[in-house]
């Protein structure tokens, strides 16, 4: 009887699509990392897809009652073959869905589409006794019903179509390797559904296509070296975001630290300011004392200075790495710059032996426009280097100029000592972050590697260079290039003393307005106050929020200094409060935040969460007196 069958030819391209299935099943059956998440739901979209094709092929060879197979049997093939496409288009949205839905949006999908498919299955079971689907006459004909259509094709294409539409709505949130697997997946396979619909059967192409579709997903999607270069991705991934934590912890940790270091450093050199200016006030009545007092006063403001550069060195590389660096572009005196750090550097050299020589070419513009904190930074990092790696001999500076137009020069700062040198082969990676060499040589020297590289990005900031060159052994020579503007507001200003009295810097008083300055610490009130008295106002002072909050209640101020870090109740939040407070007669004062928070973008962080302004501590007296000018009414400021 088995001589009566012979496969028919169109069920050709499904007999090759199960060979090809069958092997690549075969060949990814041991796949390692079979981890990723649609990967099971790939296998068992395989095994469907293989189940489906066999007893298509087997229907379409067998169920024929006139070439001797019984009627029952012909009809349960026809069932079986019918409810495996569905299965086959079933498990193929769900995978779809896998990769659109990761948080299971979509559960309504699968909800309607089981009550779809366990009608369509209650539906084919009853067909068996009744008849109405499909079915074999007793003369062996095999005939199907007008439900036939909308019972076995509306769950493969409502799945089918669902799956794409939602894969349509969701492309953007896939990367293109998915875009264009899943698209040609699901296309293919509605292309092959829609053939075999169209032609009535005639041309069996939906499983075939479903196959093509299968390994368009396995060779862009479920190879194991792909699931591998996911998982790396994914291990990346969680690894970036812990070194970010790690990094903002950081950050913490240095604005924390700042602000420590910065509290008690502002009340020194303040109270110093206030020393000075008590000198200059005393010069006339006792000249001696008050030059002795004013030498002193001026060595600790020097080496304040150099202790607030170091900490500003932590805080730069923190900016730097952020990308929030800000260069703040000032009138300043080159030559008086220059004098301060040699004067600084000639006592390091000579307490080490070594000679320190200074030429500068004096025909150099002296008033240019620069962020004079920074060049004062770099020359200091360069001089220091050289004494530190300098055993014996000299170490030198020169200034000199290039490209001089009417309103810009290009400073050259040449940095020479005879120290121990640099090797060739190290000289490419002294400006690298936390980069020291030579540290067998190197290691009683103390360092963190960090000045170079803060210098070579500051310049780069400036629209500057460095450059090094260096014999191991005999010494170095660095060279920094530093564009600056020339200033005509202060070229013609007559040269004045580093520090004038208080009276002489200020330029208008403030008699009718009423200052709140609101700080724990009694030293930065001191400094702050005596600075304000300037100003001739009426000047009121808090040492914590909660006094701030009641002084709020009962006075109306022009003006209010807020400090960030207090106990209890800290500046930003006696902020919050004060806006909330009914009694408070001040909402429309401006509020000022005074922090040792120096952080870069605080600025911006203090602006936005409604402060007038900023100033950081140590205050400097010119930007305290701007910053009051600019958030007074101008009818309450007397120009003198
Ligand atoms: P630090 O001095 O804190 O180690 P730097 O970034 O300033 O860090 O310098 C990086 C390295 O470059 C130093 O460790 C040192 O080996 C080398 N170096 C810098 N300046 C000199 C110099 N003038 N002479 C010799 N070596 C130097």
């Not at 069958?22 to 981890?35: A, G, K, M």
Request: glycine residues 6%.
């Amino acid at each position: 009887m088995i001589a009566n069958y012979s496969i028919p030819p169109k069920t050709y391209f499904e007999i090759a699509s199960l060979g090809y299935l069958l092997v690549l099943y075969l060949i990814s059956f041991n796949d390692p990392n079979r981890t990723f998440r649609s990967y099971k739901l790939f296998r068992f979209l395989e095994v469907n897809m293989i189940l489906a094709l066999i007893v298509s092929i087997m229907t379409y060879t067998f169920a024929y009652p006139e070439l001797g197979t019984p009627i029952f049997l012909c009809t349960i093939l026809r069932t079986m073959d019918s409810i495996m496409c569905v299965m086959a288009s079933r498990v193929f949205a769900v995978y779809l869905l896998t990769y659109v839905d990761t948080k299971g949006q979509f559960k309504w999908i699968s909800l309607i589409g089981n009550v779809l498919f366990s009608s369509y299955l209650i539906l084919m079971a009853l067909n068996l006794p009744l008849r109405f689907i499909l079915w074999y006459e007793a003369d062996g004909t095999y005939m199907h019903g007008s439900l036939f259509v909308p019972i076995v094709f509306s769950t493969p294409v409502y799945y089918l179509a669902s799956g794409i539409l939602i894969l349509i709505s969701r492309m953007k949130s896939l990367g293109p390797r998915e875009k264009a697997a899943l698209s040609i997946a699901s296309f293919v396979t509605l292309l092959g559904t829609v053939i075999q619909a169209a032609t009535n059967g005639i041309i069996l192409l939906s499983l075939p296509f479903g196959a093509i579709g299968i390994f368009v997903l396995y060779f862009s999607l479920e190879t194991s070296d792909y699931h591998q270069l996911l998982s790396n991705n994914e291990k990346l991934r969680l690894a970036e975001q812990d070194a970010i934590k790690a990094n903002r912890a950081k950050s913490d940790f240095l604005a924390s630290m700042s602000h420590e270091i910065r509290t008690p450093l502002n009340a020194v050199l303040g109270m110093d300011e206030l020393i000075l200016l008590a000198t200059e006030e005393k010069k006339d009545s006792d000249p001696k004392f008050a030059g002795l007092i004013k030498e002193y006063a001026e060595n600790i403001q020097d080496a304040g200075q150099v202790l607030l550069s170091v900490i500003n060195d932590i805080l730069d590389l923190t900016k730097i790495e952020s990308g929030k660096m800000e260069l703040k572009p000032a009138p300043y005196r080159l030559h008086s710059l220059i004098n301060d750090v040699g004067t600084m550097v000639r006592v390091k050299a000579e307490q080490k032996g070594l000679s320190y020589v200074q030429n500068t070419d004096s025909s150099i513009p002296d008033h240019l426009i620069g962020d004079e904190l920074r060049i004062r930074q770099i020359m200091i990092n360069l001089l220091n280097n050289a004494v530190k790696y300098t055993d014996s001999g000299r170490i030198e500076m020169d200034v000199s100029m290039k490209d001089l137009t009417d309103s810009s020069v290009c400073l050259c700062i040449c940095v020479k000592d005879t120290g121990i040198g640099i090797k060739e082969e190290d000289l490419p990676e002294i400006f690298g972050d936390f980069q020291r060499i030579d540290e067998e040589h190197n290691h009683k020297i103390e360092g963190t590697g960090l000045g170079l590289s803060i210098v070579k990005r500051m310049l780069g900031l400036m629209g500057g260079e460095i450059s090094v060159t260096s014999e191991y052994g005999k010494g170095s020579v660095f060279t920094a290039l530093v564009p600056q503007q020339i200033s005509k507001e202060l070229r013609d200003a007559p040269a004045s003393e580093k520090y004038k009295k208080l009276g002489e810097v200020i330029t208008y008083h403030t008699p009718d307005c009423q200052y709140l300055v609101v700080d724990d610490n009694r030293l930065n009130l001191l400094v702050a106050t005596r600075f304000l008295d300037g100003l001739k106002g009426h000047i009121e002072t808090a040492r914590s929020g909660e006094e701030a909050l009641q002084k709020m209640r009962t006075k109306k101020y022009d003006l209010i200094f807020m400090d960030h870090m207090m106990p209890d109740l800290d500046g930003v939040r006696t902020y919050e409060m004060s806006l909330e407070d009914p009694d408070n007669l001040n909402l429309d004062s401006p509020m000022i935040m005074m922090t040792a928070n120096a952080l870069s973008g605080m600025r911006e962080e203090y602006l936005n969460k409604g402060f007038a302004d900023y100033i950081s501590k140590p205050i400097e007296i010119n930007e305290l007196l701007r910053i009051v000018k600019l958030h007074l009414p101008p009818e309450k400021v007397t120009v003198l």
